[in-house]
């Protein structure tokens, strides 16, 4: 942030600079960062600072690049200037300044982005996708006041995020100083609550980082190419978070442990609640409604009807009844006159008329006389 009349003498005498792979196109902001670091004696304090060095890792194209570095040469606020309808990444580079590298943080630590808002149109419009977030923060979190930024999750497994502003203001409500936001929020001025804090996000990060990654989007204006829009940075912690107590030395070899110190006294137990009324009993059940009842079993077809007997065969015709036995004949009459015919029998319903009586025997012939004995 030392502006371009500085950059050829501030790059001749930086470590850092001097030693790194990276293009020396960056911006390069001093004394960015603090950390408080208790000392192993566990009784004295060392300030860390370190710098950050901002650098594009793919295409830039700003629409004025004289804004870059500082806002208006001044305030606490990094500026970056990008022209509308370009999108770019770039790396932010915690630096020890003494020795020359990379700085990694001992604590976690907050990042902010300021004035995310759109052209008075709607265009063009600006965004930050960073990945590697631990949390985020919009000013509905941070104070209560509904935040115009739209947030978008690219990946909560890896801590993605997309940041994109939904409504149009000018720079008016750029913030000039840390002072006028990192403070109270009875101390906040009515314009900071209602124009500056809404168009705000931080980003939240884990601690043991070198820096991280975001990538910057603007949409196309109306008149393409014809415009840009700046964002705003800056960094916070709050003090407790900037302080890291390391574990204390181990003892000379020999030396009795110290003894242990006294536990603080225990607080006195908690009056146990008052029991609660037993609940009343629920209301008893409706009985439940009977089930429908199953329809009737289909009707067995009717049985078959029994096969007919055979018809039974008239009865046989009883035998005619057998005639009367014959009186034994009478002695054959001299008259061949037929006996009349035998009654009918009375047994016999419709007698059959009787057979005819034989005639009587003829007489036996009468043998011839003997000749007379021969003399």
Same mark, same amino acid.
Do not use: W
């Given at each position: 942030?030392?502006?371009?009349?500085?950059?050829?003498?501030?790059?001749?005498?930086?470590?850092?600079?001097?030693?790194?792979?990276?293009?020396?196109?960056?911006?390069?902001?001093?004394?960015?960062?603090?950390?408080?670091?208790?000392?192993?004696?566990?009784?004295?304090?060392?300030?860390?600072?370190?710098?950050?060095?901002?650098?594009?890792?793919?295409?830039?194209?700003?629409?004025?690049?004289?804004?870059?570095?500082?806002?208006?040469?001044?305030?606490?606020?990094?500026?970056?200037?990008?022209?509308?309808?370009?999108?770019?990444?770039?790396?932010?580079?915690?630096?020890?300044?003494?020795?020359?590298?990379?700085?990694?943080?001992?604590?976690?630590?907050?990042?902010?982005?300021?004035?995310?808002?759109?052209?008075?149109?709607?265009?063009?419009?600006?965004?930050?996708?960073?990945?590697?977030?631990?949390?985020?923060?919009?000013?509905?979190?941070?104070?209560?006041?509904?935040?115009?930024?739209?947030?978008?999750?690219?990946?909560?497994?890896?801590?993605?995020?997309?940041?994109?502003?939904?409504?149009?203001?000018?720079?008016?409500?750029?913030?000039?100083?840390?002072?006028?936001?990192?403070?109270?929020?009875?101390?906040?001025?009515?314009?900071?609550?209602?124009?500056?804090?809404?168009?705000?996000?931080?980003?939240?990060?884990?601690?043991?980082?070198?820096?991280?990654?975001?990538?910057?989007?603007?949409?196309?204006?109306?008149?393409?190419?014809?415009?840009?829009?700046?964002?705003?940075?800056?960094?916070?912690?709050?003090?407790?978070?900037?302080?890291?107590?390391?574990?204390?030395?181990?003892?000379?070899?020999?030396?009795?442990?110290?003894?242990?110190?006294?536990?603080?006294?225990?607080?006195?137990?908690?009056?146990?609640?008052?029991?609660?009324?037993?609940?009343?009993?629920?209301?008893?059940?409706?009985?439940?409604?009977? #089930?429908?009842?199953?329809? $009737? /079993?289909?009707?067995? =077809? %009717?049985?078959? *009807?029994?096969?007919? @007997? +055979?018809?039974? &065969? !008239?009865?046989?015709?009883?035998?005619?009844?057998?005639?009367?036995?014959?009186?034994?004949?009478?002695?054959?009459?001299?008259?061949?006159?037929?006996?009349?015919?035998?009654?009918?029998?009375?047994?016999? #319903?419709?007698?059959?008329? $009787? /057979?005819?009586?034989? =005639? %009587?025997?003829? *007489?036996?012939?009468? @043998? +011839?006389?003997? &000749? !007379?004995?021969?003399?």
């Amino acid at each position: 942030g030392l502006g371009p009349l500085h950059n050829e003498s501030f790059v001749a005498k930086s470590k850092f600079l001097q030693t790194t792979e990276l293009s020396r196109q960056g911006v390069y902001y001093a004394n960015i960062g603090l950390e408080i670091v208790r000392n192993n004696d566990n009784a004295t304090d060392t300030e860390i600072f370190f710098d950050l060095y901002v650098v594009n890792r793919s295409e830039y194209v700003a629409n004025e690049i004289a804004r870059n570095g500082k806002r208006a040469e001044v305030g606490d606020f990094g500026v970056i200037n990008l022209a509308d309808n370009q999108l770019c990444t770039f790396e932010f580079i915690f630096v020890d300044r003494e020795a020359g590298t990379r700085y990694r943080t001992s604590q976690p630590f907050s990042f902010y982005f300021f004035d995310l808002d759109t052209g008075e149109d709607g265009f063009p419009t600006e965004s930050v996708d960073v990945c590697g977030l631990k949390s985020y923060d919009t000013s509905e979190d941070l104070y209560g006041i509904s935040t115009t930024v739209l947030v978008q999750t690219i990946s909560a497994s890896f801590g993605c995020y997309k940041f994109t502003a939904t409504e149009p203001f000018g720079g008016k409500n750029n913030p000039g100083f840390a002072s006028e936001i990192f403070v109270g929020f009875i101390d906040l001025a009515e314009y900071t609550k209602n124009s500056v804090l809404p168009f705000l996000v931080a980003m939240n990060f884990p601690g043991g980082r070198t820096g991280f990654t975001a990538s910057y989007s603007i949409t196309a204006a109306s008149a393409v190419g014809q415009s840009g829009r700046n964002v705003l940075f800056a960094g916070f912690s709050q003090e407790a978070s900037v302080s890291f107590i390391p574990c204390p030395p181990n003892p000379p070899p020999g030396s009795p442990p110290p003894p242990p110190s006294p536990p603080p006294p225990l607080p006195p137990p908690p009056s146990p609640p008052p029991v609660p009324p037993p609940p009343s009993p629920p209301p008893p059940s409706p009985p439940p409604d009977p #089930p429908p009842p199953s329809p $009737p /079993p289909p009707s067995p =077809p %009717p049985p078959s *009807p029994p096969p007919l @007997p +055979p018809p039974v &065969p !008239p009865p046989p015709s009883p035998p005619p009844p057998s005639p009367p036995p014959s009186p034994p004949p009478p002695p054959p009459p001299m008259s061949p006159e037929p006996s009349p015919p035998p009654p009918p029998s009375p047994l016999s #319903p419709d007698p059959s008329p $009787p /057979p005819p009586i034989p =005639p %009587p025997p003829s *007489p036996p012939p009468s @043998p +011839p006389p003997s &000749p !007379p004995p021969s003399s």
